[in-house]
């Protein structure tokens, strides 16, 4: 069992930065590939980016390629996403997830997660 705590969501300006976190309880968080997705109001939740176990891998989807960064820091249970030129957009609210299989190299969906955090919500103002 793995819980995941979000932080780091807020308002912030068209073409601003935020910094997302997310913490998992648990000494199994390495086990797990993880995962950012999000979902904008009136539409379905989508990928924006995972991680391999180790986090010498990573996946982008397209629309955020070269804006966001995804990181992890095993010792502290701990995932990042780096937002960078936010588009309002993009506002939305942000999940992180985690999935026990293998590193697929490839965009992840809703079913292929296995423990989901409660969200945070960005604001993107233009």
């Known amino acids: 069992q793995v819980q995941l705590v979000e932080s780091g969501g807020g308002l912030v300006q068209a073409g601003g930065s935020l910094r997302l976190s997310c913490a998992a309880s648990?000494?199994?968080?390495?086990?797990?590939?993880m995962g950012w997705f999000r979902q904008a109001p009136g539409k379905e939740r989508e990928f924006v980016a995972a991680i391999s176990r180790g986090g010498g891998n990573t996946y982008y989807a397209d629309s955020v390629k070269g804006r966001f960064t995804i990181s992890r820091d095993n010792a502290k249970n701990t995932v990042y996403l780096q937002m960078n030129s936010l588009k309002p957009e993009e506002t939305a609210v942000y999940y992180c997830?985690?999935?026990?299989?293998?590193?697929?190299?490839?965009?992840?969906?809703?079913?292929?997660?296995?423990?989901w955090g409660k969200g945070t919500l960005v604001t993107v103002s233009s």
């Open positions: 648990g000494r199994t968080f390495r086990s797990y590939v």
């Open positions: 997830a985690a999935d026990g299989g293998n590193w697929g190299g490839r965009a992840y969906t809703d079913h292929g997660m296995d423990y």
